[in-house]
């Protein structure tokens, strides 16, 4: 699949300074994380000034009630908005993909709308309308508002995921099973479910992602009690910055790299069977 | 084909209506604050605060003592609370805003009148911070804790023998510690130490004085390291610069994490400088009134006053709390050396409307 059989590969002074350029983007992408988690381990409150190595800033984290909570609050908010939101994006991905209907055009834009409208206007617009309907819905700000913003945000980008894996699959294999004799749900879940599954964990993958990083929106809809973790990390920047904040972002980073990681594995293990 | 359509909005209304009712019906049984009596609950305690600016500990012992539940939830500027608050329905009983922005929620009708029935302990705090600029009547609010913006000096470097006065950033002793002189990077707190060295208030909204103000941070400019709110206490610390325009609570904290405090000194210069304030308030549509008069009045008491700033290492408007301050704490606030041209010579920012723009215009071009 990856074989560039026809592309010449660049050679001489063309391939060295290729490479050279693609180690350049590595460390850029990468030399500030590494730093991250060296002085995450630094006995010294300034970050940036090396104090010898203490493993103290990751008992704080763990001694840390405030941080703890948010960080429970986070993955609850995280989970409960992933579930959702992949459930809802592939219907509308498959809605949008497979049938025609009326108002499907502006349907469609519609969905992008959330991907490319400003964090805060859209931060504004969920505080207006969360404060106006919370009295007759009975909604208190917390929980619930924080992971329908986060629902509404997500669900474009899962379906825009999965919308790029349905396009690239082939049609006639669910008319194949239906010719067979599968029934409709049958076609679904046995052959058209496996095949987009990749874009499924994708969608997944980049709403779990997308919620635990969010700053500007959860911050406007919060309520009592739901402080997440970056926004209770924001509020700690004012106070300066200790290597606390990094221990705290190594332990969230290496949560999102075992994610990452395993829904490697997942499409791995589902690839053979499905391309 | 057959479209799916009706179902899948049916499917979307349904999984909305669960998760509305899930999250059950709101509690805010309205009672009037009029009718609060002394120490007296109706519910749990949501308390919306700058972050670290009390102990859990500390306000758990709180919830403990009344039985009840207390949540606190963080903010990191003025300008994210304000908007979350005005929205209503925010579910916070107790609000902690700055001073300038204290007089913004109030003229705006975002908190509540105080019933100071409820909050006998307000007879602690201390001359210096009742009836302010921004609550002159004080009828919304009472201090929370309180600190200088001045001048913090490694006196390692510098020596002793400096003048006590703004000269030592604008003037020309600042060309000696050219490179290694820090200003906050805000409009406010800068233009106003300008406008402070040139004698005229730092709540000025006369353009010429602003003007005058512009051309002293301007010509500042090349004997700066640079303009830096967040880590000015830790270049100075970490020796990459020698004198730095500084908040009086981040600066000591920040000493005091170092091998030789007493290297270091922070005073106010003789000119004057900015005080700021942060308020107790409560929101306009707080949903248990009762519970958070009661919180206030606790912070109030002279032993409570005292385990705050004990912690947060803030000033504390409370006169009954300074007896039982942590010495170095309390010889920092009361020094003379500190705040050089006494009390008179400080100011709050107070909020000049139409004016910031020009603040910020005037901080942007000096900056250039």
Known sequence: MSTNAGITQPRGLTRGLLSVNAWLVYLFFYAPIVLLIIFSFSDNRNVGVWGGFTLDWYREFGDSQPTKAALWNSIQIAVASTLISVVLGTMGALALERFKFRGKQVFDALLYLPIIIPDVTMAVMMLLFFSQIAGWLGLSKGFATITLSHIAFSISFVSVVVRARLAGSDDRLEEAALDLYATRWQAFRFVTLPLIMPGILGGALLAFTLSLDDVVITQFVAGPGWTTLPVFVFGLIRKGVTPLINSVSVVMLLASTALVAVSLIAQRARGGDVV | ?368
């Not at chain 2, 979350?84 to 007089?103: E, F, H, Q, T």
């Not at chain 2, 302010?132 to 004080?138: L, M, T």
């Not at chain 2, 709390?321 to 309390?330: K, N, Q, V, Y």
């Open chain 2, 1 to 368: 084909m057959k479209t799916t359509r009706k179902s899948t909005w049916v499917g979307i209304l349904a999984a909305f209506a669960v998760l509305a009712a899930a999250c059950g019906g709101s509690d805010s049984a309205e009672s009037a604050a009029g009718s609060c009596a002394v120490g007296q609950v109706d519910g749990d305690l949501a308390l919306y605060n700058w972050a670290e600016y009390i102990d859990p500990d500390h306000l758990q012992a709180f919830a403990d003592e009344f039985g009840i539940n207390a949540t606190m939830d963080t903010y990191d500027s003025n300008e994210a609370m304000q908007p979350i608050i005005a929205a209503g329905s925010s579910g916070y009983d107790v609000i902690v805003p700055s001073d300038y922005m204290m007089g913004i929620m109030i003229e705006g009708g975002f908190v509540q009148p105080l019933n100071f029935d409820a909050i006998p302990n307000s007879k602690n705090i201390s001359p210096d911070f009742a009836n302010p600029s921004y609550d002159p009547e004080q009828t919304h609010s009472v201090p929370y804790q309180w600190g200088f913006t001045g001048l913090a000096v490694n006196t390692a470097v510098v020596g002793t023998d400096f003048p006590r006065s703004w000269d030592l950033v604008f003037g020309d002793e600042a060309s000696a510690y050219a490179g290694q002189i820090t200003l906050l990077n805000d409009p406010r707190e800068t233009l106003g130490a300008a406008l402070k060295s040139l004698g005229y208030s730092l709540n000025s909204t006369d353009e010429g004085e602003l003007a005058e103000a512009q051309a002293v941070v301007a010509a500042a400019k090349d004997n700066l390291l640079a303009f830096n709110t967040d880590s000015a206490d830790e270049l100075l610390t970490s020796g990459e610069s020698v004198i730095a325009h500084a908040y009086s609570g981040d600066a000591f904290t920040q000493f005091l994490e170092t091998d030789n405090p007493d290297d270091y000194v922070f005073f106010v210069p003789e000119e004057g400088g900015t005080r700021w304030v942060d308020n107790m308030a409560i929101p306009f549509d707080a949903p248990h009134p009762c519970t958070a008069h009661t919180f206030i009045n606790w912070l109030l008491d002279a032993d409570e006053g005292a385990t705050l700033s004990n912690w947060n290492y803030y000033g504390t408007p409370n006169s009954g709390a300074i007896d039982a301050l942590d010495d170095e704490l309390r010889d920092f606030l009361t020094s003379p050396d500190v705040l050089v041209g006494g009390l008179d010579s400080v100011e709050s920012i107070s909020d000049t409307g139409e004016f910031e723009t020009n603040f910020s215009d005037a901080f942007t071009n000096a900056k250039g």
